[in-house]
């Protein structure tokens, strides 16, 4: 039985081979998934790998008439190689996918520097 307050994930892993397969599962805590104002997160992005981070805006945000925030990515290794951004409001779904990411709010592609 499963305490309703307990953190955990459900894994599910299935094969169509007809011989016995052997997986390794391996679950870490995210420790670099919130942002918060004037922050900033170094995160190694792959496409096997997509890298996915919440904004935690200030309690003094929207106080003020017009106020928005300045996003600024930029990559440290790039080799001239496109990469997705996508900015969604918090929830389900998550688009961190190739296929998805042009569903999201606010996309763009970028290759060393994106400003949103």
Not at 20 to 49: G, H, K, L, R
Not at 68 to 80: A, M, R, V
Request: one cysteine or more; aromatic letters at 12%.
């Amino acid at each position: 039985q499963i305490d309703k307050d307990e953190n955990f994930v459900t894994v599910v892993a299935f094969s169509n081979l007809d011989t016995d397969q052997n997986i390794n599962v391996e679950a870490n805590w995210n420790t670099n998934f919130v942002i918060t104002e004037n922050s900033s997160i170094t995160a190694t992005v792959t496409p096997s790998s997509p890298q996915v981070f919440q904004f935690h805006p200030s309690v003094n945000y929207n106080t003020e008439t017009d106020e928005s925030y300045l996003l600024t990515i930029e990559t440290e290794y790039n080799n001239d190689k496109c990469m997705y951004v996508a900015i969604n409001d918090p929830g389900c779904p998550w688009h961190d996918d190739i296929r998805t990411v042009r569903n999201s709010k606010l996309w763009s592609r970028m290759l060393e520097i994106g400003y949103f």
